[in-house]
C-alpha cells in the first residue's frame, strides 16, 4: 500500500506544478479536470502523511526495544508501539476507503424530474407527494430547489415535473432515489375504500456545463410556444415557453415556467445538458451492472427501488430490503436513514470490488 500512496503522493505534487504554470487555465477543461484530482488526491496525501509519522513512531519503539538496556527507557518504547499500533490499524481503514474510486459526479446539483406513472389520476397526486417529500428534504439538508417546468394531473399532483437542488454535495445523496417509488393507499376518489397500487419514477441528473459537455448549438432547434400553466401575467399573451430539440439523440425538453423566454431558454438548456450528460452515465452504469448486479448505485430507471404503504405506515426499499414504520414523517422529508444505510450499502461493495480487483 505504501507504494501505491507514493505514487499518489508524486502525482498530486505533479499536478500542484501544473497549475501554476502561466498557461495552466488556457484550457478551462484540462484545468477544471486537475483542479477536481488534486483536490481528491489531497484528502489521501494528508492521511498518507499521518500514515508516515505513525510508523516512524513505531519503528523507533521497535529500535529502542531491540537496542535499549534501561528497563524505564524500554517501558516507554513499549508503551509508544502500544500506542501506536491502534492508530495505525485505523488510519490504515480510513486510508483504504479513500482509495476506493470516487463518484466523480458526488458534488454536482442536480436536475430532479418526477413523473406519474401507472395509476391514472393517484399515480399524478402521488407525484405531487413525492415533489413535496423532498422539497422538504431539501430543506433539512439546506440546499436550495428551484422549480423548472411542470405539468399538473387533472385531479391534483402532477403528471411531470423539474426542479434544481443545488448545495453541497447534493448528488451523493440524491443518486440513490433514481428509479420507482410505488404506493399501496385508498386513493382519496376511491369510493369503495380499496387500497390501489399507483408508481411514479425519479430520474436524478448530475448537472453539467459546458465544460464537460460538448454541446453543438447547431444541433439543437428551439421552438416557441405560449405557456399554457401558471406563470403569471403572460400566459397565454405571450410565446415564452420554449421546447429544445437535440436532433442528434431526439431529446426534446420544454421550459414554461420561467418570467421570460430567455429564462425559459437558459433553464431548458440546463436540463438538456443534463439528459445528454445522464445518458452516457446510463451507457457506463449499463456495463457495470453487467459485471456488479447487486450495486445499489446502478440508478436503473426501471427498478422498482421503493414502497410506501399507507395502511400499515411503512416504507420499504426493496434494494437493501429496509423498512421504516414512520410513513408520515418520510413523506415529511425524513429519508436520510435511508440514503446513508444505501451508502455504506454501495460502500461496502465498491471495498469488495476494490479488494478482488487487487488480489
Known sequence: MVDKLEEIKTRFTQIGVEMTKPDAMSDMKAFAKLSKEY?????????????????????????????????????????????????????????????????????????????????????????????????????????????????????????????????????KSLKYESGVHRVQRVPATESQGRVHTSAASIAVLPETDDVEINLN??????????????????????????????????????????RSQMQNYDQALRVLRARLYDMELQKQNAEISAARKDMVGSGDRSDKIRTYNYSQGRVTD????????????????????????????????????NADSEA
Open 217 to 258: 448549438m447547431s444541433d439543437i432547434k428551439k421552438d416557441t410556444f405560449r405557456a399554457s400553466g401558471a406563470g403569471g401575467q403572460h400566459v397565454n399573451k405571450t410565446e415564452s415557453a420554449v421546447r429544445l430539440t437535440h436532433i442528434p439523440s431526439g431529446l426534446v425538453v420544454e421550459c414554461q415556467d420561467g
Open 39 to 171: 483536490k481528491d488526491l489531497e484528502k489521501i496525501v494528508i492521511q498518507y502523511e499521518k500514515y508516515k509519522q505513525i510508523l516512524d513512531g513505531i519503528a523507533e519503539g521497535k529500535h529502542l526495544l531491540n537496542t535499549e538496556k534501561d528497563p524505564e527507557m524500554r517501558e516507554l518504547a513499549k508503551a509508544q508501539i502500544e500506542e501506536l499500533e491502534p492508530e495505525k490499524e485505523n488510519i490504515e481503514e480510513v486510508i483504504k476507503q479513500l482509495l476506493i474510486p470516487s463518484d466523480p459526479d458526488d458534488d454536482k446539483n442536480v436536475i430532479f424530474e418526477i413523473r406519474a406513472g401507472a395509476g391514472g389520476d393517484e399515480a399524478a397526486i402521488f407525484a405531487g407527494d413525492l415533489y413535496r417529500l423532498y422539497q422538504r428534504f431539501a430543506e433539512r439538508m439546506k440546499w436550495k430547489a428551484e422549480l423548472l417546468s411542470f405539468t399538473e394531473g387533472t385531479a391534483g399532483g402532477y403528471k411531470e415535473i423539474i426542479m434544481t437542488i443545488s448545495g453541497e454535495e447534493v448528488y
Open 318 to 353: 426493496h434494494r437493501i430490503n429496509y423498512s421504516i414504520f414512520n410513513l408520515p414523517n418520510v413523506m415529511d422529508g425524513e429519508i436520510y436513514d435511508f440514503i446513508e444505510k444505501l451508502r455504506i450499502a454501495e460502500h461496502n461493495e465498491r471495498m469488495k470490488t
